[in-house]
């Protein structure tokens, strides 16, 4: 009787709820086949969007794509031409103002070579009346557009050299030059330095600071400006693009050259030293840093207004022309530095090529000898150091000072050179040994030596030896210089 209760269908509570349950899973198939749907056709249609405007961004760290250079648009350029590099290839960019030009150009006049050298000084305005021989001149392009907060006017007009020097278009250029107009440069050595380095690639080469203090008010790894520094024909090539956007943003920094080292950093390269560029921030006599030069080629010197004069008895720049003089008739050996000993009288002989020749009358190693003496102060505060090199003091006990001999002549002979030193007269010293005393007899040194071949430079460079001639005749010394044997070693 009640079984029929029992029929969940007749249940009139029941019934519906179980029509609805019955209804609501077959309204979820329902859509959730239409979900499927929906998800089936936007992923095709995701995938033909995909096909048809390519691939979505891939995930970062499995990119594909293998990390290939861009191709070089430089190297095709210079492809074809492998001769080494010489001074021809040198364009030289010097930044100069109207108002000193006149004056500052003697410098230039020594060292430029018409037909040889080339390149241009950078005014800021046409002089006016007759203008210079020697280095020509142009007027520096719009910089007083850029923003600047530090430094002068001319800071941003000297960055922007490179650049105007690069427009000028000069033919078969492989480095451009800067320098000051109080620096000079020595071409060949500069030619032979930079054919070292690939001009194909982006390279900044030059020099820093002597003064540490220097150093590190501006920067240790950017080349000073006066010392000159030179930019490969691609770097100079980028940054023709890239400097008028990088100036505004280091309008804070103080110089041209701090300029050029940001926006050459803005490119990924770094600088190249080379120990032969001079900035000489030094005060005082230079003679100490002269008369032992690095076992490199000379390639520049400046502030010369600034220091003493390199040459006793000479204005600065009759001594830049003593010195030029005998950098011609040997352009590799210049200031090399080699030493010998007088076994008899103890002495030690300091020859730097082209500039001095000094008799310490004590026995000193080679590592003392290529020490320079401190005969100079630190630039800005005048100090006794630090500099980024080594010293010695110069001895306070007169009698182990050096007796210094200055050039007085250089000749040149096919294969090989003369010159000749003159004595400074030292101080009058009261008792020193008798070693000292004959020392001081001596009137002139004689210095004979092959010609240095360039290409010296090019293998790992090696210090040369030299011989004193036993016998001092009518007070002259002389010395000649030659390559060290194989296993010699420079020792008294
Ligand atoms: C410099 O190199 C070029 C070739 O690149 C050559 O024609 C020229 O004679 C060289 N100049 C000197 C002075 O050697
Ligand atoms: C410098 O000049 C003085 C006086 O004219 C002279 O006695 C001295 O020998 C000269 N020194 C040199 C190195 O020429």
Redesign the pocket.
């Known amino acids: 009787m009640c079984s029929e209760s029992n029929n969940p269908g007749q249940d009139p509570f029941k019934a519906p709820k179980l029509i609805t349950k019955e209804k609501t899973r077959e309204a979820l198939t329902t859509s959730l086949k239409a979900a499927m749907a929906i998800i089936l056709i936007l992923s095709i249609s995701l995938a033909a969007f995909s096909a048809i405007y390519g691939p979505t961004q891939p995930d970062f760290f499995s990119w594909p794509d293998p990390d290939r250079p861009d191709p070089d648009p430089y190297m095709a350029l210079f492809n074809s ?1 492998n ?2 590099t ?4 040198l364009a030289f960019g010097i930044g100069g103002s109207t108002a000193t030009w006149a004056n500052r150009a003697r410098y230039s006049d020594l060292w430029w070579k018409a037909g ?1 050298t080339r390149g241009y000084v950078f005014l800021d305005k046409d002089p006016v009346g007759s203008t210079q021989p020697g280095i020509g001149h142009r007027v520096s392009s719009d910089w007083r557009r850029f923003r600047r907060t530090a430094g002068s006017e001319s800071a941003v007009r000297i960055a922007r050299v490179v650049v105007d020097l690069f427009r000028v278009g000069l033919p ?1 250029v492989r480095w451009f030059v800067m320098g000051d107009d109080d620096t000079v440069f020595f071409p060949e050595n500069l030619a032979a330095v930079l054919g070292r380095h690939d001009h194909r690639r982006m390279v900044y080469v030059g020099g820093n600071s002597e003064s540490v203090e220097q150093d590190v008010m501006h920067a240790y790894d950017m080349a000073f400006g006066g010392g000159g520094f030179a930019i490969s024909y691609p770097l100079a090539a980028e940054l023709a693009g890239a400097m008028d956007g990088c100036l505004n943003r280091y309008h804070y920094f103080y110089g041209s050259d701090q300029r050029v080292w940001a926006c050459v950093g803005e490119l990924g390269i770094g600088l190249t030293r080379e120990p032969g560029f001079h900035q000489i921030d030094i005060r005082g006599d230079a003679f100490g840093i002269l008369a032992a030069h690095p076992l490199a080629p000379l390639v520049s010197l400046h502030h010369i207004d600034s220091v003493n004069s390199l040459f006793p008895n000479q204005t600065q720049l009759e001594s830049v022309s003593t010195l030029m003089k005998a950098y011609k008739s040997d352009p590799s050996r210049i200031l090399q530095q080699c030493f010998c000993y007088h076994r008899k009288y103890k002495w030690s002989v300091s020859v730097s090529w082209g500039y001095a020749v000094q008799i310490f009358p004590v026995s000193l190693t080679a590592k003392e000898l290529e020490t320079p003496q401190q005969t100079f102060k630190t630039w800005r505060s005048r100090s006794d150091g630090p500099f980024t090199f080594n010293t010695r003091p110069v001895s306070s006990d007169h009698c182990q000072r050096p007796i210094g001999f200055f050039l007085n002549s250089a000749e040149e002979e096919t294969e090989k050179t003369v010159t000749t030193y003159r004595k400074v007269e030292p101080q009058p010293v009261n008792k020193c040994n008798k070693d000292y005393a004959r020392a001081v007899a001596i009137e002139n040194v004689v210095v004979l030596a092959s010609k240095m071949e360039q290409q010296e430079w090019d293998q790992s460079a090696r210090r040369h030896c030299c011989d004193i001639d036993g016998n001092l005749g009518h007070r002259t010394m002389r010395i000649r210089i030659r390559r060290c044997k194989h296993s010699e070693a420079i020792t008294i």
């Open positions: 031409d001769s080494p010489n001074v021809s290839h040889s078969n």
